[in-house]
């Protein structure tokens, strides 16, 4: 519980003040997170994002990894979306 109410709080003020340069694990995730979005904007599931980032989930923990694509979704830079005859939901970036 208290690593999603520090990583909301450490994202808003992140949001706030645009660092170009975040060094903590949460906006190391995000910072990820968004970059591969932006690359890879089609059919993207929450399996096929944490298979990619395994590495950086064995640094940083899959809490942590977890609470910034959730991160991401409450603050609308990432939307979750269904699609129809599939299990899982899929990822893209807001507006993508």
Do not use: W
């Amino acid at each position: 519980m208290h690593h999603r109410l520090l990583g909301n709080y450490q994202f808003e003020v992140r949001k706030r003040l645009n660092p170009s340069e975040a060094k903590n694990a949460m906006a190391v995730c995000e910072n990820a997170i968004t970059k591969y979005l932006a690359q890879y904007p089609e059919d993207q599931t929450k399996s096929k994002i944490t298979n990619r980032f395994r590495a950086l989930i064995r640094q940083h923990g899959i809490s942590i990894f977890a609470t910034a694509l959730k991160s991401l979704i409450t603050y609308g830079i990432v939307e979750e979306y269904p699609v129809e005859g599939a299990v899982a939901p899929r990822y893209r970036l807001k507006g993508a």
